[in-house]
């Protein structure tokens, strides 16, 4: 055989770029009785990867170790979407109150502005009515409607409360 291959092969070895045919054929090469002295100081690592290969640890193996430490095993909690954003929806909450708040004073502060600055001028006021007959029949009718909406609502007038003195 040719043994500049086996020393090339090593070469590519210890620098992780061998595949998986040619890892076998340099396993192969140390199942060999007759190996090269200069290459033979690489056989027990060879040997060595070959029999441990089958050794694997058993299905029970960390709930024995946990027992010696003295631990309980703990599995993962999952989280849902709901739960890794619940931070962001208390921040979203927060921000929209405070907007709320602050456009709710905003509106108060000037509705006070205009209602203070606004002047009534009662001399552009016309009368819609020129007999004062007909103007008090309408509002009559008017109050009379508003009334009988009360009454149909369920809400008291001064008439039916009872007060007691």
């Known amino acids: ?25 340099l396993q192969d090469f140390y199942l060999q009785p007759h190996v090269p002295n200069n290459l033979e100081k690489y056989r027990c690592l060879f040997d060595y990867e070959r029999e441990e290969k089958d050794i694997c640890l058993d299905s029970d193996f960390d709930e024995r170790i946990l027992h010696e430490v003295g631990e309980t095993i703990v599995e993962a909690k999952h989280n849902n979407l709901f739960f890794r954003l619940y931070p962001i929806y208390r921040a979203v909450a927060i921000v929209a109150i405070v907007f709320t708040l602050g ?36 509002v009559a009718s008017a109050l009379k409607e ?20």
């Open 1 to 25: 055989m040719d043994y500049k291959y086996i020393e090339q092969l090593l070469e590519r070895y210890w620098e992780c770029k061998t595949t998986p045919e040619e890892e076998k054929l």
């Open 103 to 138: 456009m709710a004073a905003q509106h108060s502060f000037s509705t006070e502005k205009d209602s203070s600055e606004t002047t009534i001028n009662y001399a552009s006021y016309k009368d819609t009515y020129t007999d004062p007959q007909v103007a008090y029949e309408q």
């Open 146 to 165: 508003v009334s009988e909406g009360l009454r149909d609502a369920g809400l008291q007038t001064e008439d039916t409360i009872n007060i007691k003195k």
